[in-house]
């Protein structure tokens, strides 16, 4: 139903920005939310997330030091992360929520994922 494509990761030093971004094609008017991701081993942490109002949250982790947007048509997501921390490494992964009223269930989609690995 929606296809997402994640871009922007990297190998930086402490201290350095990166803006990770997350395109979605397909049907993204069943999109409700676009969240962003980290993963670190086994371990999936729920970095930032944006509904379709705008409303935006973080994980404490990311407060003050990282941004979610999208742009108008609501088809791409951006996680612009300044200050970066070695423990900000990891694979990040874009993922959004949705709801399909054809079969009234709800569904939810996953990118590929980007690395991001941050040097001390």
């Known amino acids: 139903q929606v296809q997402l494509v994640e871009s922007g990761g990297g190998s930086v030093q402490a201290g350095d920005s990166l803006r990770l971004s997350c395109v979605a094609s397909?049907?993204?008017?069943?999109?409700?939310?676009m969240k962003w991701y980290r993963q670190a081993g086994k371990q999936r942490e729920l970095v930032a997330a944006i509904?379709?109002?705008?409303?935006?949250s973080y994980a404490r982790s990311a407060k003050g030091r990282f941004t979610i947007s999208k742009n108008s048509a609501g088809n791409t997501v951006y996680l612009q992360m300044n200050s970066l921390k070695p423990e900000d490494s990891g694979g990040y992964y874009c993922?959004?929520?949705?709801?399909?009223?054809?079969?009234?269930?709800?569904?939810?989609?996953w990118g590929q994922g980007t690395q991001v690995t941050v040097s001390s």
């Open positions: 993922s959004i929520d949705g709801y399909d009223p054809a079969v009234v269930r709800d569904f939810e989609s």
């Open positions: 397909g049907r993204i008017s069943l999109i409700n939310a």
């Open positions: 509904s379709h109002a705008g409303d935006t």
